[in-house]
């Protein structure tokens, strides 16, 4: 009773004084139910608990279907209306009655009685999806899917965001599965991703959960032939996971092809596909789909910016939040080294020396010195392999399958392979260029530590980083610890580093020349591009350095 009535004294502090005018039970049990999310640590039990007492959190977008939202959320219909929009009057903490408190408590405590759902069938999924999560090892739901699953098999739209590696597409693909059962039909759902590697990845998701249902999928990417695309796309799939360039040139050029009659709109990494990069494209998706429609928007960052969400014309969305700001995962190590920027080289060979035995990602900013790094770190003896923008798209899916397979222990990559990627046994990630977006760190450290596990992350902080870092360090509301390293021993490795960089550079030029003859099979991932270190050294860079 006590701590009940304490915080509700507490939201009547911080609530603005036009809030209090149209004033209903269930807004301060709302509030006050949120207020005890705070003070349990916004545990997901507690976010159940609030959801059952008839409260759960909505986006209220300009030019939405805003009405049932309104009434739902704040049970009063026209009341609750103007008291979202702020007319004047006041209630102050006086609105605490007697009769309130009891409601409050007793909706508290039946909530409270109430088990959390913990299994995929308590939370309404179907028989033969409980199986295939059963056999994909998923014992129970996540908390995203926890938050999510419900919302979206009772056919709303959402907003999900929840911190990397934690089965966000699970939480979306899951109802479109169901849906799809309930009402079979070809050309189904759409779910637009910013990499192509990232699509093929999402439609291994589908499948394999839609595996006994006979789930169709096709991947929709750029650097794949228009053709095979055209002729998968006739066989009108259930599902296509597409990236948006791709997507509008089969929208132009393809006979026969449209996606007026899809029922589903999913945008993975939605605050990217948002973003001014696919502005136009996605644009011009929005036009050609039906507006009435359910759409899904997931990531484990979320724009803002309201226009950007109400571009995509949500209809009463239900906003499923794991953590009320951007986190990193509780079980990654993240640390990071200061040092001078033309010492970089020896640093990250002294940390891939020091950390040996794991797997890497190792993040750079440009294509051109993912290549170098990959052709620096072969030319000491590490199974280092490429994977950028400039890449075929057949040597880019090469490349990840051998990391993946783990025949190459460290995968060099610019930020192709920053959000989405799901590769279980990635065991420390490095920031070698920093992140020039703070959100993009918070993807990229997400590529290790996924679905529970432990991992690390090392990002590098040279002289001209500083700004870059300590906004990093804003954004996810956590000071970084420093990873230890022995400068001299560092230093011993600055003389066979030097030598494998100017091999690298040679071995660059011998690249771009290949590039320039178009005749000759150019080596992206440089494998093969041996030659000159072979004829200058021998083949003794070979040995990994110590
Ligand atoms: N209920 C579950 N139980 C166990 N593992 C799960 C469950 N749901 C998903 N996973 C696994 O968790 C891993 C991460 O899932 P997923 O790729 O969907 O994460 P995400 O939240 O989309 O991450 P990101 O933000 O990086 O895209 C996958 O390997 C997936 O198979
Ligand atoms: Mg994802």
Request: proline share 3%; with cysteine.
């Amino acid at each position: 009773m006590g701590s009940i009535y304490g915080t509700l004294c507490s939201i009547g502090r911080r609530v603005r004084p036009q809030m209090y005018s149209q004033f209903s039970l269930q807004y301060i049990l709302r509030s006050a139910l949120g207020r005890l999310e705070d003070v349990k640590s916004a545990t997901s039990n507690a976010r159940i608990i609030k959801r059952r007492a008839g409260s759960e959190e909505r986006l209220q977008l300009p030019g939405c279907h805003a009405g049932a939202a309104q009434a739902h959320s704040t049970g009063t219909g026209e009341g609750g209306r103007r008291s979202r929009e702020g007319e004047a009057g006041h209630v102050g903490r006086r609105v605490v009655s007697a009769g309130n408190m009891a409601a409050c408590e007793k909706a508290v405590a039946e909530a409270e009685e109430k088990p959390e759902p913990a299994t995929f069938r308590e939370l309404g999924v179907t028989e033969v999806l409980c199986e295939a999560c059963e056999q994909l090892g998923w014992k129970e739901p996540t908390k995203i899917q926890k938050e999510a699953l419900p919302v979206g098999l009772e056919g709303r739209d959402i907003i999900g965001l929840a911190e990397t590696g934690s089965g966000k597409t699970g939480a979306f693909a899951i109802p479109i599965l169901q849906a799809l059962l309930e009402n079979p039909q070809r050309l189904f759902a759409l779910v637009l991703t910013p990499t192509r590697e990232l699509a093929f990845q999402i439609s291994e998701q589908f499948e394999a959960l839609g595996s006994s249902i006979g789930v169709k999928s096709a991947v929709i990417v750029g650097g794949i032939d228009m053709m095979s695309q055209s002729l998968a796309l006739a066989k009108k799939p259930h599902i296509v996971i597409a990236t948006p360039g791709r997507l509008i040139d089969h929208l132009e050029n393809t006979k026969g092809f449209n996606l007026r009659a899809i029922k589903y709109l999913v945008m993975d990494e939605a605050d990217r596909i948002l973003n001014m990069d696919f502005e136009t494209e996605v644009d011009k998706i929005l036009k050609v789909i039906p507006r009435d429609r359910k759409t899904y928007l997931f990531s484990a960052t979320m724009t803002k910016k309201v226009q950007k969400l109400q571009r995509v014309a949500l209809k009463d969305p239900v906003k499923c939040a794991v953590s009320t700001k951007y986190q990193t995962v509780e079980k990654l190590q993240q640390y990071y080294v200061f040092i001078p920027s033309k010492f970089k080289d020896c640093y990250l060979v002294y940390i891939l020396n020091e950390l040996a035995g794991n797997s890497f990602i190792i993040f750079c900013s440009t294509c051109n010195n993912t290549q170098r790094t990959a052709l620096l770190l072969r030319n000491l003896g590490f199974t280092a392999i490429p994977l950028h923008g400039q890449m075929n798209q057949h040597k880019r899916l090469g490349a990840l399958n051998k990391f993946k397979a783990k025949n190459r222990s460290i995968l060099l990559a610019t930020d192709v392979a920053s959000r989405g990627l799901d590769i279980p046994h990635v065991d420390v990630v490095i920031n070698f260029d920093i992140p020039t977006h703070s959100k993009d760190y918070i993807h990229r450290v997400g590529r290790t530590a996924r679905a529970g596990r432990s991992g690390k992350s090392v990002t590098f902080v040279t002289q001209y980083d500083v700004e870059l870092f300590q906004r990093i360090e804003h954004l996810i509301g956590k000071k970084l610890p420093a990873f230890q390293t022995e400068e001299d021993e560092v230093m011993v490795l600055a003389e066979r580093v030097t030598e494998a960089q100017r091999f690298a550079r040679m071995q660059l030029r011998e690249l771009g020349d290949k590039r320039k003859r178009p005749h000759e099979e150019v080596e992206d991932d440089s494998e093969q591009s041996l030659g000159i270190r072979n004829k200058v050294s021998g083949g003794r860079m070979r040995r990994k350095v110590r």
